[in-house]
């Protein structure tokens, strides 16, 4: 099975490009075109081997979302031509990623387990317990690191250190809620419960657009609808859908990205498991079977979409 690992392109009118953790953009003025390739990250670390399809099924989850959502925030999608690529509007980020969580888990379960009632400035009340709803979804703002990890920011530090005005600040609150509202609504109708997510936005001609990926296994947490009143009521783990798998398999093998560890060996049968979890991702989240598709020649046919989309 073929996977992409890096992009190399050399477009005519190109003006600039970027290499992140999991995307290759290049840039034409106001225009990008983002590739979705298939490296994976976690704890921060892009692990030594790329995962067949994986690029195309968070692509496709975006896509799918973005489409759903576009009524009610604007988005930086122009197109879509190519499963692996999306074409759009190239927008200033805001250096701060708005999170948002309807139930106490991942980090914030980690802070409230460890004695704090309030995360990024949000008072929580006492005596939840792992996985319980909130009372209203709230959002835990982190800083943007380029390098590193990103790190919680309350609301008031923001303003204070004006890295988002008043005004902005204010829209994207109101954007990330009614995103939110939206996805736990399309996460129901697949037996889902959207539990936290994040998402970013950026300017474009001084609108503000949703930007990046939104509501994919990457960036969000799910869990099963089925079975989550009774599990919380016996207090067993939740069942998840998201790459948790992936740190979990990392964890057992003595990696969690901290210095002098290694990333355990990833094998053929490892790197083929995940690409089936992903797939797997993707019918759960939109309702559809990922489509076979021919992987013989992934670059020249992202190439050649992008040509001819720019």
Same mark, same amino acid.
């Given at each position: 099975m073929n996977a992409i690992k890096e992009t190399h392109f050399q477009f005519k009118g190109q003006t600039g490009f970027y290499r992140g953790k999991v995307r290759d953009v290049y840039y034409f003025g106001e225009k990008?075109?983002? +590739?979705a390739s298939d490296r994976? #990250?976690?704890?921060?670390?892009?692990?030594? /081997?790329?995962?067949?399809?994986?690029?195309?099924?968070? =692509?496709?989850?975006?896509?799918? =979302?973005?489409?759903?959502?576009? !009524?009610l925030v604007p988005n930086w999608v122009i197109s879509t031509p190519d499963p692996n690529v999306t074409i759009g509007f190239q927008c200033e980020p805001f250096p701060v990623e708005m999170v948002v969580r309807?139930?106490?888990? *991942?980090?914030?379960? /980690?802070?409230? &387990?460890?004695?704090?009632?309030?995360?990024? *400035? +949000?008072?929580?009340?006492?005596?939840?317990? $792992?996985s319980?709803?909130?009372?209203?979804?709230?959002?835990?703002?982190?800083?943007?690191? &380029? +390098? *590193?990890? !990103? %790190?919680?920011?309350?609301? $008031?530090?923001?303003?204070?250190? =004006?890295?988002? #005005? %008043?005004? !902005?600040? #204010?829209v994207l609150e109101k954007y990330t809620l009614a995103l939110y509202n939206k996805g736990v609504e399309l996460a129901a109708e697949r037996g889902l419960i959207l539990v936290d997510t994040k998402y970013e936005f950026g300017k474009h001609k001084g609108t503000i657009y949703l930007i990046d990926e939104v509501h994919t296994p990457d960036s969000s947490r799910y869990f099963y609808r089925e079975g989550y009143?009774?599990?919380? &009521?016996?207090? $067993?783990?939740?069942?998840?859908?998201?790459?948790?798998? +992936?740190r979990q398999w990392l964890i057992e093998n003595g990696f969690q990205g901290k210095d002098g560890q290694k990333v355990p060996e990833m094998t053929d049968e490892i790197v083929a498991s995940i690409s089936n979890r992903y797939k797997e991702l993707y019918q759960q989240v939109t309702g559809q079977a990922l489509e076979e598709i021919n !992987?013989?020649?992934?670059?020249?046919r992202i190439e050649k979409s992008i040509v001819n989309s720019i």
């Open positions: 990008m075109a983002m +590739v994976i #990250s976690a704890f921060d670390v892009v692990l030594p /081997r790329a995962i067949p399809d994986k690029g195309r099924v968070l =692509n496709q989850i975006a896509a799918f =979302n973005l489409k759903a959502t576009k !009524d309807g139930y106490l888990s *991942g980090h914030a379960w /980690r802070e409230y &387990k460890a004695g704090r009632r309030s995360v990024c *400035g +949000v008072a929580l009340p006492e005596g939840l317990k $792992e319980d709803k909130l009372p209203q979804p709230i959002i835990t703002p982190t800083t943007k690191a &380029k +390098v *590193g990890h !990103d %790190e919680d920011i309350s609301r $008031e530090e923001i303003l204070k250190r =004006n890295l988002v #005005s %008043e005004e !902005d600040y #204010s009143a009774d599990r919380q &009521k016996t207090g $067993e783990a939740q069942k998840q859908l998201s790459k948790e798998f +992936v !992987d013989d020649s992934l670059l020249q």
